[in-house]
């Protein structure tokens, strides 16, 4: 079992920054590969970022250019910086450990975390 943990979101305004973190904890041993997914109220979860056990990475066009992905396997945790935030960025951000990236397929999920983008 893997438990994922998320935080750093917020309220924040158009253009502001965030950085949401993902701790991992239990059979971390089996993670190698991890995505940040995010789901808008009445919408489908999609995809945002992955990173790889090798460090390589995967945006989501909407997100390229604004969004960075990155590990610290010290602390087994998970980063997603997001810079000039946009109301349609709203949404609940969850993490996950993922099985295969191309394509995403998640093996465990963390509780959310709420973003909000005021205009």
């Known amino acids: 079992q893997v438990q994922l943990v998320e935080s750093g979101g917020g309220l924040v305004q158009a253009g502001g920054s965030l950085r949401l973190s993902c701790a991992a904890s239990?059979?971390?041993?089996?993670?190698?590969?991890m995505g940040w997914y995010r789901q808008a109220p009445g919408k489908q979860r999609e995809v945002v970022a992955t990173?790889?056990?090798?460090?390589?990475?995967i945006y989501a066009d909407s997100v390229k250019g604004r969004f960075t992905i990155s590990r610290d396997r010290a602390k087994n945790t998970v980063y997603l910086q997001i810079n000039s935030l946009k109301p349609e960025d709203t949404a609940v951000y969850y993490c996950?450990?993922?099985?295969?990236?191309?394509?995403?397929?998640?093996?465990?999920w963390g509780q959310g975390t709420q973003v909000t983008v005021s205009s």
């Open positions: 996950a450990s993922l099985l295969t990236v191309v394509p995403p397929r998640p093996s465990y």
């Open positions: 990173i790889t056990n090798a460090g390589g990475t």
């Open positions: 239990g059979s971390i041993f089996s993670i190698n590969n």
